[in-house]
């Protein structure tokens, strides 16, 4: 998952340094930094942006812990919104089972929304094939919504074809 | 060594050319100089202790469908029970047609030769889905070398590769694209934007599916293969039916179309992992190791220190399988030397 971590930093030097060590040693890979000296707080302090990829949460709180310790000034932990993209193929009579509920209970998850959908229609009595790209804001989100589409594809008859990479 | 060939069609065939075409490589290799003493199909048997005339024997076969045509050593109703009762041999193959609901004839035919103190080498699926931990701890009570490498890949050395060269590895799960029927159907769909029964139709006119289709498009084959790989490789005692199999006949050009536009191909993929085992179509993006095309086989293998490998070649044909069949002879041959 995709993860960022907003704190403030004093204005001395070494801070910067100091604060990506333990985010690498847990086992993030950091994408970007943005340090932004001409936006000091009124306290002097230096706004620090890092996006990270981390592959599974405990280490997120890890590196957390590991800043809060050292007495960094976290002002917000995030993971960054759809970050997680999962396409899938439906196929079977999707408009008659109600393509709307399909994606109203989908997109009633939180921190989940179909961001993509395709359709192509069979002939009249055949099945149609449609295609779904489902934006979750992290890994457990992207599960959720997959096993969720599993459960409504069964109920509906629907067979249901994820990537290779969610297996 | 002495040989019995129980099962004298594509493959019992395939492997007798085998043996011909590799004789002095062989030799001169191995040191290994094998003897087919008897052979014997559904309507009878061959047998010469002093070894059979393999040419002979594939033409008896050609001709006239059975072994038991052999000049003067044929016998017509001489069956493979009696066969290994009274032939002394050192290695039995089980080449007979897979049955996946008794395992039978096979597995009757290894459990006698495994009692008899032989070893045995098999391609026949019906026997390992049915029995496979029985099969594997009678192997090692009676002392005989068990291998079934023909059974799963056909040509791909997917067992070997995992039990022997990455042995160092903890395999975390093995995921496949083990039916070259299916592949080659869902290949030729996605060119020609064909539909499924249209391919089928095609496939079966060139003998690349079977008159009955089922095993093959239902994904039940690509499950034996992933029940075998299970229970061979990750350690588990699972039976056919403890997979969750979905086959392709709902495929349509259309949806095959979709993935396209989206950068993936649709597979029959079928996947091993502890607690889950499973086959269905899936999404492979174009381009990873697995999107292979035609008949192709290939398998992924998840490992912790190698990471990810993958293997692929060709899953079925008479000739490439008598390539895992000889593998598995000449594996025997070198663990008896020690």
Same mark, same amino acid.
């Given at each position: 998952m995709r993860a960022q971590i907003e704190m403030e930093l004093e204005d001395v030097p070494g801070q910067l340094v100091k604060v990506l060590e333990p985010i690498s040693s847990f086992g993030g890979n950091i994408l970007n930094v943005l340090h932004e000296?001409?936006?000091?707080?009124?306290?002097?302090r230096v706004p620090v942006r890092v996006v990270f990829e981390v592959d599974e949460r405990v280490k997120l709180n890890r590196i957390v812990g590991a800043l809060r310790s050292m007495g960094v000034r976290i002002t917000r932990v995030g993971e960054k919104e759809g970050a997680v993209r999962s396409t899938v193929l439906l196929i079977g009579h999707i408009i008659h089972t109600d393509i709307r509920d399909t994606i109203d209970r989908l997109n009633e998850l939180r921190g989940v929304r179909i961001s993509d959908l395709s359709l192509a229609m069979g002939a009249i009595g055949q099945e149609s094939a449609a295609r779904a790209t489902i934006t979750a804001d992290d890994e457990a989100r992207a599960r959720a919504a997959l096993s969720r589409l599993e459960k409504i594809a069964k109920g509906k008859s629907l067979l249901m074809i994820t990537s290779l990479e969610g297996m | 060594m002495r040989l019995v060939l129980i099962g004298f069609g594509n493959l019992g065939r395939g492997l007798g050319r085998a043996l011909v075409e590799k004789s002095r490589f062989l030799r001169a290799s191995y040191g290994l100089a094998p003897k087919v003493v008897a052979a014997v199909d559904e309507y009878g048997a061959a047998v010469d202790e002093k070894g059979l005339k393999l040419e002979r024997l594939l033409r008896a076969a050609e001709r006239?469908?059975?072994?038991?045509?052999?000049?003067?050593?044929g016998k017509r109703g001489k069956s493979a029970l009696e066969v290994i009762d009274e032939v002394e041999a050192d290695v039995v193959f089980e080449l007979t047609p897979t049955n996946i609901?008794?395992?039978n004839p096979g597995l009757t035919h290894i459990r006698k030769a495994m009692l008899a103190g032989r070893h045995v080498i098999t391609s026949n699926k019906g026997p390992l889905v049915v029995a496979f931990r029985e099969l594997d701890g009678l192997a090692k009570r009676q002392g005989v070398e068990f291998r079934y490498s023909a059974s799963v890949g056909g040509a791909v050395p997917v067992v070997g590769l995992a039990k022997k060269l990455l042995a160092g590895n903890e395999v975390h799960a093995i995921r496949g694209v083990l039916n070259g029927t299916t592949n080659y159907i869902l290949t030729r769909m996605s060119k020609e934007g064909a539909p499924f029964e249209v391919v089928l139709r095609e496939a079966q006119e060139m003998g690349i599916a079977e008159k009955d289709p089922t095993l093959d498009v239902d994904g039940i084959d690509t499950a034996c293969k992933i029940t075998i790989l299970a229970n061979a490789i990750l350690d588990m005692d699972v039976k056919l039916k403890d997979v969750r199999a979905v086959g392709?006949?709902?495929?349509?050009p259309e949806a095959i179309r979709l993935a396209q536009e989206a950068g993936y191909m649709i597979k029959l993929v079928g996947v091993a992992r502890r607690g889950s085992l499973e086959v269905g179509p899936r999404l492979v993006p174009a +381009?990873?190791?697995?999107?292979? +095309?035609?008949t192709l086989n290939a398998v992924t293998f998840e490992l912790d220190l190698a990471r990810e490998v993958t293997i692929t070649g060709f899953g079925a044909g008479p000739r490439e399988t008598s390539s895992a069949l000889l593998g598995d002879l000449i594996d025997i041959h070198r663990t008896l030397e020690g």
């Amino acid at each position: 998952m995709r993860a960022q971590i907003e704190m403030e930093l004093e204005d001395v030097p070494g801070q910067l340094v100091k604060v990506l060590e333990p985010i690498s040693s847990f086992g993030g890979n950091i994408l970007n930094v943005l340090h932004e000296r001409d936006r000091k707080t009124p306290l002097g302090r230096v706004p620090v942006r890092v996006v990270f990829e981390v592959d599974e949460r405990v280490k997120l709180n890890r590196i957390v812990g590991a800043l809060r310790s050292m007495g960094v000034r976290i002002t917000r932990v995030g993971e960054k919104e759809g970050a997680v993209r999962s396409t899938v193929l439906l196929i079977g009579h999707i408009i008659h089972t109600d393509i709307r509920d399909t994606i109203d209970r989908l997109n009633e998850l939180r921190g989940v929304r179909i961001s993509d959908l395709s359709l192509a229609m069979g002939a009249i009595g055949q099945e149609s094939a449609a295609r779904a790209t489902i934006t979750a804001d992290d890994e457990a989100r992207a599960r959720a919504a997959l096993s969720r589409l599993e459960k409504i594809a069964k109920g509906k008859s629907l067979l249901m074809i994820t990537s290779l990479e969610g297996m | 060594m002495r040989l019995v060939l129980i099962g004298f069609g594509n493959l019992g065939r395939g492997l007798g050319r085998a043996l011909v075409e590799k004789s002095r490589f062989l030799r001169a290799s191995y040191g290994l100089a094998p003897k087919v003493v008897a052979a014997v199909d559904e309507y009878g048997a061959a047998v010469d202790e002093k070894g059979l005339k393999l040419e002979r024997l594939l033409r008896a076969a050609e001709r006239a469908n059975t072994v038991a045509a052999y000049p003067a050593k044929g016998k017509r109703g001489k069956s493979a029970l009696e066969v290994i009762d009274e032939v002394e041999a050192d290695v039995v193959f089980e080449l007979t047609p897979t049955n996946i609901k008794t395992g039978n004839p096979g597995l009757t035919h290894i459990r006698k030769a495994m009692l008899a103190g032989r070893h045995v080498i098999t391609s026949n699926k019906g026997p390992l889905v049915v029995a496979f931990r029985e099969l594997d701890g009678l192997a090692k009570r009676q002392g005989v070398e068990f291998r079934y490498s023909a059974s799963v890949g056909g040509a791909v050395p997917v067992v070997g590769l995992a039990k022997k060269l990455l042995a160092g590895n903890e395999v975390h799960a093995i995921r496949g694209v083990l039916n070259g029927t299916t592949n080659y159907i869902l290949t030729r769909m996605s060119k020609e934007g064909a539909p499924f029964e249209v391919v089928l139709r095609e496939a079966q006119e060139m003998g690349i599916a079977e008159k009955d289709p089922t095993l093959d498009v239902d994904g039940i084959d690509t499950a034996c293969k992933i029940t075998i790989l299970a229970n061979a490789i990750l350690d588990m005692d699972v039976k056919l039916k403890d997979v969750r199999a979905v086959g392709i006949r709902r495929i349509r050009p259309e949806a095959i179309r979709l993935a396209q536009e989206a950068g993936y191909m649709i597979k029959l993929v079928g996947v091993a992992r502890r607690g889950s085992l499973e086959v269905g179509p899936r999404l492979v993006p174009a +381009g990873h190791p697995l999107a292979v +095309g035609g008949t192709l086989n290939a398998v992924t293998f998840e490992l912790d220190l190698a990471r990810e490998v993958t293997i692929t070649g060709f899953g079925a044909g008479p000739r490439e399988t008598s390539s895992a069949l000889l593998g598995d002879l000449i594996d025997i041959h070198r663990t008896l030397e020690g």
